[in-house]
């Protein structure tokens, strides 16, 4: 991993732009994040930003679409592979305790998990082929995908950015963050739920009174 390090911090313009878009596609569709984190290319990627040798929105915008598209490729891979992806040589590699975290995390969670798995290391690489194998709705894969894609990407690339030369200090606690940020998003969303079945209980309780404020 250092060997591959020490080349993206040669790289620099499209060349930069295309082998990060290309480990962020790869983490899902190819496994690739289980070798190498997603937040380290692209933490490296917005690094490369802060000292001008590439574009900060193009990093955003590669780094963005790779996460996206290689999710969904990941969820095809699921789908199409079904079980036997598990049993394959690959999936025996990745191996049963990984798995079968992945799995829990899913069956509890449903479509949430997909955009909440962004920001958990394995979860990240594993969670898009189970929504397949699950046969998850595409339509409400793709929502969750994009959203928590487009999140990810752009608040690693921007800490790369803002990190600059420093950006390796935080390659080790970034996935601890990134579990704290999924519980608060986790913890939001369940706040945002209550809230809204409140109003929608005091709207149907309005309803059913009177102009006096007795029932009709």
């Given at each position: 991993?250092?060997?591959?390090?020490?080349?993206?911090?040669?790289?620099?313009?499209?060349a930069?732009?295309?082998?990060?878009?290309?480990?962020?596609f790869?983490?899902?569709?190819?496994?690739?994040?289980?070798?190498?984190?997603?937040?380290?290319?692209?933490?490296?990627?917005?690094?490369?930003?802060?000292?001008?040798?590439?574009?900060?929105?193009?990093?955003?915008?590669?780094?963005?679409?790779?996460?996206?598209?290689?999710?969904?490729?990941?969820?095809?891979?699921?789908?199409?592979?079904?079980?036997?992806?598990?049993?394959?040589?690959?999936?025996?590699?990745?191996?049963?305790?990984?798995?079968?975290?992945?799995?829990?995390?899913?069956?509890?969670?449903?479509?949430?998990?997909?955009?909440?798995?962004?920001?958990?290391?394995?979860?990240?690489?594993?969670?898009?082929?189970?929504?397949?194998?699950?046969?998850?709705?595409?339509?409400?894969?793709?929502?969750?995908?994009?959203?928590?894609?487009?999140?990810?990407?752009?608040?690693?690339?921007?800490?790369?950015?803002?990190?600059?030369?420093?950006?390796?200090?935080?390659?080790?606690?970034?996935?601890?963050?990134?579990?704290?940020?999924?519980?608060?998003?986790?913890?939001?969303?369940?706040?945002?739920?209550?809230?809204?079945?409140?109003?929608?209980?005091?709207?149907g309780?309005?309803?059913?009174?009177?102009?006096?404020?007795?029932?009709?």
């Amino acid at each position: 991993m250092d060997t591959l390090i020490d080349t993206l911090t040669a790289l620099s313009g499209w060349a930069a732009l295309l082998v990060v878009g290309a480990l962020a596609f790869g983490e899902s569709a190819a496994f690739v994040g289980l070798f190498l984190p997603g937040e380290t290319a692209l933490l490296l990627g917005g690094a490369l930003a802060a000292t001008g040798r590439v574009s900060l929105p193009a990093m955003v915008v590669v780094s963005t679409v790779g996460a996206i598209a290689g999710d969904s490729v990941g969820y095809e891979i699921g789908r199409w592979s079904g079980p036997p992806l598990r049993r394959s040589r690959p999936g025996r590699w990745v191996g049963e305790r990984r798995w079968t975290r992945a799995e829990q995390f899913v069956a509890r969670h449903g479509p949430l998990a997909v955009l909440l798995g962004r920001w958990v290391g394995v979860l990240r690489t594993l969670v898009p082929a189970l929504a397949g194998m699950n046969r998850m709705p595409y339509r409400r894969f793709l929502l969750f995908n994009a959203v928590g894609g487009a999140a990810w990407a752009t608040t690693v690339v921007l800490v790369g950015y803002l990190a600059g030369a420093s950006w390796r200090r935080l390659e080790n606690h970034l996935g601890e963050a990134g579990a704290g940020i999924a519980a608060l998003v986790l913890i939001g969303l369940a706040a945002a739920w209550v809230i809204r079945r409140r109003r929608r209980r005091r709207a149907g309780a309005g309803r059913d009174r009177g102009p006096r404020g007795t029932r009709s």
